[in-house]
């Protein structure tokens, strides 16, 4: 009889496992340098309970708030390694930008399909808000600190991905700048090595910000979004 094998799929994509520490606290965050760890990619593959595969990218950085402009925008230097999604080498930036924090709102947007309308979802896309850009690399550390503002997208967030027929359960949280979800679905794909894999697909993310609307938690990091894949092959 040919054996069961298991394919664990674990992985971590986006800007993960952030730590802020200011090296000053103030209501007006002006002049404040916050210092950073990420890892903006992580994957271990595990067959047969073996690591076939393990990759990780790791960076740090700090982010300095030079100013906030009359129509509320943050100006700040954004210093230490940077990371371009499609590619595996972080490199060293030292990048001057601002940022719109107030129309910065925390939710998320979950896309599957389901070609064969079996509630197994064959493809997925997840965007995350305030998402990480290589060419705006503060664009995700500032948001609106009045979090009855992040309510609408939120809620939206949640309803429209109750209504996508592979998702099984959904459980989400919000608090005083606190954001977490956990979205369990059916997936199937073709494997290249392992040919047709089913199983769950559990999508975790949370995010913790401060009064100031600065990322960041009270244990030293925040999770921002892990995909963890448990795949079995189909005999």
């Known amino acids: 009889m040919t054996s069961r094998k298991t394919l664990i799929v674990v992985v971590a994509i986006g800007l993960l496992l952030l730590g802020a520490t200011p090296r000053f606290v103030s209501a007006d965050i002006t002049g404040n340098v916050y210092e950073f760890s990420a890892v903006w990619f992580d994957q271990v593959y595990q067959v047969d309970n073996m690591?076939?595969?393990?990759?990780?990218?790791?960076?740090?950085?700090?982010?300095?708030?030079?100013?906030?402009?009359?129509?509320?925008?943050?100006?700040?230097?954004?210093?230490?390694?940077?990371?371009?999604?499609?590619?595996?080498?972080?490199y060293y930036d030292e990048h001057n930008g601002s940022i719109a924090f107030q129309d910065n709102k925390v939710y998320f947007d979950l896309d599957t399909t389901d070609a064969?309308?079996?509630?197994?979802?064959?493809?997925?896309?997840?965007?995350?808000?305030?998402?990480?850009?290589?060419?705006?690399?503060?664009?995700?550390?500032?948001?609106?600190?009045?979090?009855?503002?992040?309510?609408?997208?939120?809620?939206?967030?949640?309803?429209?991905?109750?209504?996508?027929?592979?998702?099984?359960?959904?459980?989400?949280?919000?608090?005083?700048?606190?954001?977490?979800?956990?979205?369990?679905?059916?997936?199937?794909?073709d494997h290249a090595d392992y040919n047709y894999m089913n199983g769950t697909l559990t999508i975790t993310f949370s995010a913790a910000y401060d009064t100031d609307g600065v990322i960041g938690c009270a244990e030293g990091y925040c999770q921002c979004a892990i995909h963890d894949n448990n795949l079995q092959r189909s005999l």
């Open 51 to 90: 690591i076939v595969l393990d990759e990780t990218v790791v960076g740090n950085f700090q982010i300095k708030v030079n100013n906030i402009t009359p129509s509320d925008s943050y100006e700040y230097t954004y210093t230490g390694l940077n990371y371009h999604p499609f590619g595996f080498a972080p």
């Open 116 to 189: 064969d309308a079996n509630n197994l979802t064959e493809d997925y896309d997840l965007d995350l808000f305030p998402y990480f850009s290589e060419h705006q690399p503060g664009n995700m550390f500032f948001v609106n600190p009045v979090w009855s503002t992040h309510n609408v997208d939120w809620t939206t967030a949640v309803d429209e991905t109750e209504t996508q027929p592979s998702v099984t359960s959904i459980t989400e949280s919000t608090g005083e700048g606190s954001f977490s979800v956990q979205i369990v679905m059916g997936i199937e794909f």
